[in-house]
């Protein structure tokens, strides 16, 4: 009866639509009389959907036959935009499926489901656009790190790996910006308002979490290593809900899994008795706070109780369900690294392999020795990031307090540790220090949590060569010495091509299909095949319609900074095509040096002025600067002072610059509110040049980097994270480099500290306009503090030492982008020929060969 009645997919345009209606009427229980774009939007989610929910479950089924060896990331962030058009995209219908023969894979006729719906939905009268702009975007992350786990996710599905990602399901999301008077202001991001149609509550799994209590050793005081009983204090329960992910041209779909905080529903009778009913039911209603919202901070700690407990729950809930899973197969403890890879991004799920350790001595009484060579063989971490401001460490205070039995495993942990070390290195009594988990030189000791990963995990890698090399010979050295240079690795970053080309950008896509013969798109699995666009770097016909894709895409971009700066136009209709589109977008931090490009738009202003003011005319003032818009976004830490400033001087000197007639239309500037993922989607198409000018060796990769050169947009960067592998793909004379390099850093620093080294006149001209009050009329101290960090402060980001190779690049951009738009067009096109090896897909067949040890499960 089951197979009699089995669900089907919709295969046509109008199966779509009867979908679609029955969606609005049982689903919203609406009518085709009050279906508005929302509800639209709605009611196409749900159907598609359905498609990918029966693939989802016929992908599990699969995986659970063959048991194959199972991949798990846990991100503490999935910054994941929105998921409709991406489904369209990846999403398969039955009459995608071309029969090949005996070859376990099978293609798909093209892309045509999006095409499909689309026509559907106009037939309906809905504009497909409009729907797909009604979406939340799901922005459960910060930035670089909780982006690339939802590339990562794409290219897992997409690549057949048994892999499940798990996060956490905040209620509000990174906050909203908006500007008012040139200031940062958060505003809540409530992303669950309307229902969320890409979740699946799995209400029936419910699994338990406790918090603080004691360790009950018993009576005659047992070995900290031998099985012990945690009485918890406080318990809530963790909650499931599963968003499916669907890999492009497979019919796979992976699992997301997002916990959820809720209350027991053991009620505290002493209180009730006692008649406190009110008090009872506050204490349960605590449990939601722990996933109510996500921590805003970008690499840099705030050490917040509930941050702890956030982490705490998260692991505990995914180790339980990665556990039960492992046990229904029956296999002996031994096997559990051959079944599971657990990789963590960054050290925020560290406590994952304490909670393993836990299961395996005190629930499941394995030997402690037995137990950590099985934790050992399981995890995998990588790390994001040298600077010291971004390294966890949790005061013993606070996490034995919340963790009393976690703690006692970490310091046997560490004891074991140490003694291998003392037996290798006998009597290094300094080396035995800087290695210990436990920090002991701060007023409070603290707990380490990436040497804990470390030691925890049986690989490392870093997100870009540079970094992962800097990491062995700085923060990680004496690990290298210990464990030997095997155990660190590198995988560089990558994104993926779907959502950052395909999606992003269609008219791009569309062309380079047309060019290199690929009409079903197989270039998005296999980038290499861009090397074909190469032969038409230099021909006109080509350069012609590459550069028309621009055009249209900067006016796309035009648009939308229009309605959102009232209706106004930044930059006039008829100019758009010959201003150059200048871009910084990414989260705000004195490292990436925003405040350098807002310096060097300042001295470009100043100089611009100064011609004038010796008589040139606007034409001989614009053949040195021709136009020009520098387009910033991102958002700032809500309690990074610096990083806030740096937004307000950049809408400080917009306001100055926009509105001096003397220099007609020649330079604008323009902060975009709120840059999240789906504005990225319209901005990263619309670049001739994007910034990426990190002081060297503090920006492990950047990704952002990738997605613009992908668009064919040039950088210009510092000789830092994967900007060196951008280089070194697609050609030095593709790119933009300038400044000095990571390894003079130190001594620059030093420099900076005990000399004063004075800064070039450039650079000392902006800052005394800036001093003066040019852009703070009302304030002249205003922007002392982002002064005073170079002048007085030590300079710690070497803005001086970089500055004037920074503007002279930018001239050698003008010039080439204006006087040799074919030199021009050229670089853009080898760019996007050889930029394959950053595609996301790339990264995870590195993980799961080098470091998962995982194979795909072909589909069917
Ligand atoms: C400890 C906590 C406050 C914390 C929270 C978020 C620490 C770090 C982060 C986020 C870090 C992050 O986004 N790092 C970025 O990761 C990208 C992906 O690997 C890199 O491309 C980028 O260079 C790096 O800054």
Request: hydrophobic share 35%; with cysteine; proline share 3%.
């Amino acid at each position: 009866i089951w197979n009699k009645h089995r669900v089907q997919k919709f295969n046509t345009g109008d199966e779509f639509q009867e979908r679609f209606i029955s969606h609005v009427e049982w689903t919203l229980a609406r009518s085709l009389y009050n279906c508005d774009d929302l509800a639209a939007y709605q009611a196409t989610s749900q159907s598609v959907r359905d498609n990918l929910v029966i693939d989802w479950n016929k992908t599990q089924q699969r995986q659970t036959a063959r048991d194959p060896k199972r991949v798990y990331y846990l991100s503490l962030e999935f910054l994941m935009g929105r998921a409709l058009d991406n489904a369209l995209i990846n999403m398969r219908t039955d009459t995608d499926v071309t029969d090949v023969g005996d070859t376990d894979e099978t293609l798909t006729k093209g892309n045509t489901s999006r095409e499909m719906i689309k026509n559907a939905m106009s037939e309906l009268g809905f504009k497909l656009e409009d729907i797909l702009d009604e979406e939340p975007d799901a922005a459960l992350g910060n930035g670089g790190l909780g982006r690339l786990a939802a590339c990562f996710v794409d290219s897992m599905a997409t690549g057949n790996y048994p892999a499940w990602g798990y996060g956490l399901r905040y209620q509000y999301g990174i906050f909203a910006q908006k500007i008012i008077n040139g200031y940062q202001v958060e505003t809540p991001d409530y992303w669950l308002n309307f229902s969320n149609p890409w979740e699946i509550e799995r209400a029936e799994i419910q699994v338990p979490i406790n918090f603080y209590g004691y360790v009950d050793r018993g009576q005659n005081e047992k070995s900290t290593l031998e099985p012990s009983d945690w009485i918890g204090g406080e318990r809530v329960l963790a909650v499931p809900y599963d968003m499916p992910i669907p890999g492009f041209k497979t019919s796979t779909v992976n699992n997301l899994r997002l916990w959820s905080a809720k209350p027991t529903t053991e009620f505290d009778f002493k209180k009730f008795n006692n008649g406190d009913y009110k008090n009872s039911v506050e204490e349960q209603q605590r449990a939601e706070s722990i996933t109510a919202v996500l921590y805003p901070n970008d690499n840099f700690l705030q050490g917040k109780e509930l941050r702890l407990k956030q982490q705490y729950f998260w692991c505990a809930a995914s180790l339980h369900d990665i556990v039960r899973r492992f046990k229904k197969g029956k296999r002996p403890w031994s096997e559990f690294p051959d079944a599971i890879a657990i990789q963590i991004n960054d050290t925020h799920p560290t406590l994952a392999i304490v909670e393993l350790q836990r299961i395996l001595v005190d629930l499941e009484k394995l030997d402690w020795h037995e137990a950590w060579s099985i934790v050992t063989s399981t995890f995998a971490f990588t790390n994001h990031t040298v600077m010291q401001e971004a390294l966890e460490k949790w005061p013993i205070s606070l996490l034995g307090h919340l963790l009393p039995r976690h703690l006692e495993i970490i310091y046997d942990i560490n004891w074991f540790f140490l003694q291998d070390v003392e037996k290798k290195f006998p009597r290094d009594m300094g080396l035995l220090s800087r290695v210990s988990i436990i920090e002991e030189s701060s007023q409070e000791r603290q707990v380490r949590m990436a040497y804990l990963a470390i030691i925890g995990s049986h690989k490392v890698n870093g997100v870009a060569e540079l970094h992962s090399d800097l990491i062995k010979t700085t923060i990680f050295k004496d690990f290298v010495k210990i464990y030997g240079a095997n155990k660190f690795t590198n995988v560089t970053n990558g994104i993926t091509p779907r959502r950052w080309l395909k999606q992003a950008n269609p008219k791009l896509a569309q062309l380079i299909s047309e060019t290199i013969n690929d009409p079903e798109d197989n270039y998005l699995l296999d980038m290499s095949k861009l090397t074909q666009l190469s032969k038409y770097a230099e021909d006109e016909k080509f350069q012609k319609k590459w550069n028309d894709v621009k055009q249209f895409n900067k006016q796309r971009l035009a648009d939308l900074i229009k309605k959102l700066n009232n209706g106004v136009d930044i930059i006039e209709r008829d100019h758009i095509r010959n201003t150059l589109f200048d871009i910084q977008v990414k989260r705000i931090h004195e490292y990436k040096r925003q405040q350098m490009n807002i310096f060097g738009v300042i001295h470009r202003y100043l100089t611009m002025k100064e011609l004038l003011q010796s008589g040139a005319s606007i034409e001989e003032v614009s053949k040195k600067y021709p136009r020009k818009v520098s387009i910033f976004g991102g958002k700032s830490a809500p309690g990074y002072y610096m990083a806030k400033l740096i937004i307000k001087l950049i809408n400080s000197v917009a306001e100055v610059v926009n509105n001096d007639k003397e220099i007609q239309d020649l330079l604008k500037v323009y902060f975009i509110p709120d840059y999240n993922v789906s504005k990225a989607e319209i901005i990263t198409p619309a670049s001739d040049l994007s910034e990426h000018i990190s002081t060297a060796g503090t920006e492990a990769s950047g990704t952002s980097n990738m997605k613009f050169v992908m668009n064919g947009g040039l950088i210009i960067g510092t000789v830092d994270g994967a900007n060196v592998e951008i280089t070194r793909e697609i050609g030095e004379d593709n790119i933009f480099l300038f400044g000095n390099l990571a390894e003079n850093v130190d001594e620059l620093r030093y420099k900076h500290q005990f000399h004063n080294k004075g800064l070039p006149a450039s650079l000392a001209k902006v800052l005394d306009a800036v001093q003066n009050g040019a852009f703070s009329p009302q304030n002249h101290s205003e922007f002392m503090p982002l002064i005073d960090s170079i002048k007085s402060h030590g300079d710690y980001y070497l803005v001086s030492d970089d500055f004037e190779a920074y503007i002279s690049t930018q001239e050698l951009v003008d010039q080439v982008y204006h006087k040799d738009k074919k030199e021009w067009l050229k670089k853009s096109i080898l760019s996007v020929a050889n930029i394959g090896f950053f595609s996301s897909d790339r990264c995870i067949e590195e993980y799961a060969d080098t470091i998962w040890n995982a194979e795909p499960v072909k589909s069917e």
